[in-house]
């Protein structure tokens, strides 16, 4: 049975994070980025807290982390979901523990809702998204090319925390 652990994203996990980014960029369906950005850049566009990694075999296997959804204060409870497998550990429940772990920590942090804007092309990522709880709260039709040229839609998902409102 494979093992691994979660535990909080540190600065030497980001040669795992920056090769596991590069790869969902290259699947043309994982984001609209282009290019993996520098450590800065990723650092700025990210929160500090719920920053997370699976790590099996000494190596990250996935990671989460949360973005601003706006960033007008009244939006300080809402983020968006950064959620990234390396190919090389898909199905192995990584995904899924990831993204429940990422709710359990954000709601600590006082969040109390976490959405996602996933390529409709991403059946993957949407099914992880519905499994944990996630549910479809409309889409954007073409919003964006992909790497290779080509206009995507995109599926808007989002979990909220009753507990908090």
Sequence with gaps: MDTYSIIPMKAE??????EIYRKGIELGIATFTYEVPEYDVWDKNHLQICRIVAV???KVAGFAALGPM?????YGG?????????PDFKRKGIGKALLNELWKLSA???????????IQDNTASIEL????????????????KDINGIW???VLM????????
Excluded: Q
């Design 13 to 18: 996990h980001w040669d795992y994070v920056r």
């Design 56 to 58: 099996m075999g000494g």
């Design 70 to 74: 706006y960033s007008a204060p009244a």
């Design 78 to 86: 809402a983020a968006e979901v950064s959620i990234y497998i390396d």
């Design 108 to 118: 600590e942090c006082g969040i109390w809702m976490l959405f996602s804007s996933i």
């Design 129 to 144: 998204h519905s499994c944990c709880g996630f549910r479809m709260i409309g889409f954007r039709e073409k919003p964006a």
């Design 152 to 154: 995507r839609n995109t």
């Design 158 to 165: 989002e979990k909220r925390n009753p507990d908090i409102y």
